[in-house]
């Protein structure tokens, strides 16, 4: 069972009903900054950011300047995925209406993954690094800003390098089986991923008819793929 602390600025809400149905000890206190001058210890905080995306993201940057130890999850809508970049600096992301075995999940795969903390490997090849831990990715040593679905796409790809994937695949894996959005938004995400990438933007490639994959090159003997612990 693992101390679970929420932050949230209307205190009387219940921010993600699935938590009621699991073991954890819960507590919820408002999201400010006098409020966590004494706020308790915790394994996992949890902030919600369901109506104030502004003010989540200042939340966010205050805890991890901070010195914030604990795994940092994101409580949003929908709606909240568009503006997720990775300087949010948050470990996980999760909806308000996941059920409780989601929640428990990405609960311990965060106390999972901070347990590991910087032994766990990032994902380098043909000259982009993937750091997992902090949902952060380079492009010849320059960070990418990318949107949450861009990252993961991204990740995703060079995690099955060479390997083609069709955009209903993708949907699939990337935005979920119970995304109804149509391929489109594969295309457009693609096209986004390349232009920020800017001169690795090859390294998505397009498969005529078929779908996309991440292009290893070859010539690159000092880079590889390290494999996400797990897979």
């Not at 679905?149 to 979920?176: D, I, M, N, Y």
Request: aromatic share 6%; charged share 20%.
């Amino acid at each position: 069972m693992a101390q679970l602390l929420i932050l949230t600025s209307a205190p009387d809400a219940e921010v993600l009903p699935g938590l009621a149905l699991l073991s954890h000890s819960v507590r919820q206190i408002p999201a400010s900054p006098a409020s966590l001058v004494n706020a308790p210890s915790c394994d996992l905080i949890f902030l919600d950011a369901r109506h104030d995306l502004a003010g989540a993201k200042s939340m966010c940057k205050l805890l991890t300047t901070t010195g914030l130890t604990a795994p940092l999850l994101l409580v949003i809508t929908e709606g909240g995925f568009a503006a997720l970049t990775a300087e949010w600096g948050v470990s996980d992301v999760v909806l308000a209406d996941a059920g409780p075995a989601e929640i428990d999940a990405r609960v311990r795969l965060a106390l999972g993954r901070q347990s590991m903390g910087d032994d766990q490997p990032k994902i380098q090849t043909s000259g982009v690094t993937i750091d997992e831990a902090s949902y952060s990715a380079k492009a010849h040593g320059r960070t990418l800003d990318l949107t949450f679905k861009e990252f993961e796409l991204l990740r995703f790809l060079a995690t099955h390098p060479s390997r083609v994937f069709t955009r209903e695949q993708l949907l699939s894996e990337v935005w979920g089986y119970d995304y109804f959005g149509g391929t489109r938004t594969v295309d457009v995400h693609v096209r986004r991923l390349r232009a920020k990438l800017g001169d690795l933007e090859s390294v998505i490639g397009t498969v005529r008819n078929v779908g996309y994959r991440f292009n290893v090159q070859l010539d690159e003997e000092n880079e590889r793929v390290t494999p996400p612990v797990g897979s």
